[in-house]
Antibody
């Protein structure tokens, strides 16, 4: 079955850009809505956005000015870039596969903790 | 912005029925989804499109949608069901999650 795995730096300095990659195995990255969701320590889930294989994107309005999600079909990967980070961006970042245009997320990656600190 | 409201915590005795609610404006007109998250693990889908159970999810998990509230019901709750549960819906092309409910089985 499809599995997702996040990778990237666990520590990012304030004002810099957070970059993460999600590798998809067991299935093609074509079709579906490839998404990023984060969870600050001890808090709830916060949707970041998605990339649809056709090239369209959709971002959380609260993050839209700082977020870019892209896909590399040759590597079966998709990526997140979040610029100008602050301590408030410290969270576990999950990648997930979105079903349908306004559907559910399944499966999810195991998550990776990113800490923003100098 | 659109909000989904869940009770912070729900307690249930083993073998009893647990009900976790999620409320939002005109939520009955939307599809809702439910995720289970155990400590140190990623969220896991347990209900989609209000009432449907993914393959492998026990029959004791069920969902309903009425008016402005959707409900996740766990019948015959087991110790392994102790977890955080999150509802999710879409509003104007934006994903919204509820704040989460901690289910304690004691």
């Amino acid at each position: 079955q499809v599995q997702l795995q996040e990778s990237g730096p666990g520590l990012v300095k304030p004002s810099e850009t957070l970059s993460l990659t999600c590798t998809v195995s067991g299935g093609s990255i074509s079709t579906y809505y490839w998404s990023w969701i984060r969870q600050p320590p001890g808090k709830g889930l916060d949707w970041i956005g998605y990339f649809y294989y056709s090239g369209s994107t959709n971002y959380n309005p609260s993050l839209k000015s700082r977020v870019t999600i892209s896909v590399d079909t040759s590597k079966n990967q998709f990526s997140l870039r979040l610029s100008s980070v602050t301590a408030a961006d410290t969270a576990v970042y999950y990648c997930a596969r979105g079903q349908l245009a306004q559907g559910w997320f399944d499966p999810w990656g195991q998550g990776t903790l990113v800490t923003v600190s100098s | 912005s659109y909000e989904l409201t869940q009770p912070p915590s729900v307690s249930v005795s083993p073998g009893q029925t647990a009900s976790i609610t999620c409320s939002g404006n005109k939520l009955g007109d939307k599809y809702a989804f439910w995720y289970q998250q155990k400590p140190g693990q990623s969220p896991f889908l347990v209900i989609y499109q209000n009432t449907k159970r993914p393959s492998g999810i026990p029959e004791r998990f069920s969902g309903s949608n009425s008016g402005n509230t959707v409900t996740l019901t766990i019948s015959g709750t087991q110790a392994m069901d102790e977890a955080d549960y999150y509802c999710q819906a879409w509003d104007s092309s934006t994903v919204v999650f509820g704040g989460g409910t901690q289910l304690t089985v004691l």
